[in-house]
């Protein structure tokens, strides 16, 4: 197989397991999962590592995730879920979301929309399985609001996205998440240790704009 597939395909799910598996990352799924309830969707559901913050009001998670490796992962956090909340693979591909319209009571996504190749067609899609009054609750890293930082963050852009199976270290989020028709209600931008490139986060809650 070629190398850069073993990475992408077989260690990069692990690699990304391990490095968004700490207690500070897990301090902010914590508070991105506050105020979930009823059925909710989430997109590029990973080694599913925010199953331990659901609250118990979440009954129903519908999960979308391409990778087979980390659908794998996942599987003992799953086995490990509180007895209320039932988990189901409901595809592969955000921007093309197998579910009705308006069937989703809210929506959640961790460190994805800055890899969907298509996160346009992802944000229109989780906006078409909300209900009226649903919301996206959403954490990511993206574009920084230094200056200094974002030129460098647009310059090595293409090396991350060799290396990081298509994320990106640029997208501005929240406009993203405006630009698809959703209003924010709130959106803090924490910072994490580490490369500043890589830790200008955005957390916050948005719903379907009026
Ligand atoms: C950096 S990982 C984050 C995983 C997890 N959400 C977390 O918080 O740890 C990005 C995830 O997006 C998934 N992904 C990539 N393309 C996708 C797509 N088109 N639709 C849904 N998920 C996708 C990847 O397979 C990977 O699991």
Known sequence: MHSMRVWTDHLLPRFTDRALGTKRVGRLRERVCAGLHGTVVEVGFGSGTNVGYYPPEVERLLAVEPSTVARRLSEQRIAGAPPGLSVEFVGLDGA???LPDASCDAALSTFTLCTIPDVEGALAEL????????RLHFLDHGLSDDPRVERWQHRLDG???RWAGGCHLDRPIRQLVEQAGFSVIECERPTLPGPKILGALYLGTAHVAA
């Open 96 to 98: 093309g979301i197998v």
């Open 127 to 134: 906006r078409r399985v909300l209900k009226p009054n649903g």
């Open 159 to 161: 090396v991350q996205q």
